[in-house]
């Protein structure tokens, strides 16, 4: 079982940036694979990006590309959402969840409980 926590949101200028972590329990943290995802109000969840169990592969949505970077500490049991030149269209609730593999991600074996991100215009 694993247990993830996300923190790090709010509200924020576009242009702005914000930090993402995501703090996950459980001793075999670093067996897993990692994502972030979001939601808008009105619209469907979607990939934002993904993290292999070791850190080497690392997995962008082309709307963020560039702008966000995902990296892991397996030390720390936490995986991080780095978020720069943010944009409103970026405001959704953003959830972490982990899965064997990355091919994995998309339906997730656990997930947080979101944290709100929100870009001012």
């Known amino acids: 079982q694993v247990q993830l926590a996300e923190s790090g949101g709010g509200l924020v200028q576009a242009g702005g940036s914000l930090r993402l972590s995501c703090a996950a329990s459980?001793?075999?943290?670093?067996?897993?694979?990692m994502g972030w995802f979001r939601q808008a109000p009105g619209k469907e969840r979607e990939f934002v990006a993904g993290?292999?169990?070791?850190?080497?592969?690392?997995y962008y949505a082309d709307s963020v590309k560039g702008r966000f970077t995902i990296s892991r500490d397996n030390a720390k049991n936490t995986v991080y959402l780095q978020m720069n030149s943010l944009k409103p269209e970026d405001t959704a609730v953003y959830y972490c969840?982990?899965?064997?593999?990355?091919?994995?991600?998309?339906?997730?074996?656990?997930w947080g409980q979101g944290t709100q991100v929100t870009v001012s215009s």
């Open positions: 993290i292999s169990w070791s850190g080497a592969g690392t």
């Open positions: 969840n982990a899965a064997r593999n990355v091919a994995g991600l998309e339906k997730g074996d656990y």
């Open positions: 459980g001793r075999t943290f670093s067996s897993y694979a």
